[in-house]
């Protein structure tokens, strides 16, 4: 007698497969975000030695990620941080630990990207627009990155990095989304500068959609 897919469903006889159809839970919500600094201070908001001061997003912005035991990834994740008009063009990038993150020249001049940061030390040294292999590093060590260029003076970024493959950097007024999240108990945690990181206890339930402000 042969039975059919649904037969062995209810029998309870393939209960992997029933659950993989199980939704995986969402979180939603929003990070109030400070205001954004002042022309005086914005030439100080960062320092080349990240002990000396708070290293912080500009324009304000947060990462929201989900803290917890999570299975390394098989293959390293990837990401770009790219350069254009003089400026990056993701002021902070959220990566997990172990990616492979490009760092393409957009611009008609060269530029020179380069950390001091603990987490990551390097210097790729001046290329110009289109110049092969596009320049990579991989951040393999979790912490805050901050980013200049030789060249340009004024050019600052954030790499976050992040022993979590769940996280999303808000929009600018603060709202995020985290969706595909496995149930378990984890702390929900928003990360806001180098000094400042709020957490939540969160619940997570198959296909729970929860709503976690953080004031």
Sequence with gaps: ??????????????????????????????????????????????????????????????VVYLEGEFTPPGTPPQAEMAQKNLEFVTHLLPVQVGTVVAFPNLDDTYHNIFSYSKPKRFDLGRYKKDELPIPTETFDKPGVVVLHCDIHEHMRAIILVLETPYFQRTDANGAYRLANLPAGNYKLKAWLDSKNTLEHEVDLKPGAALHVDFP
């Design 1 to 62: 007698m042969k039975l059919r897919l649904s037969h062995l469903l209810f029998l309870g006889l393939i209960p992997l497969f029933g659950r993989t159809l199980q939704a995986q839970a969402t979180i939603e919500g929003t990070v109030k975000l400070p205001k954004p600094r002042t022309a005086d201070v914005v030439s100080k908001r960062y320092d080349l030695n990240s002990d000396a001061g708070v290293i912080i997003p500009d324009p304000p912005a947060a």
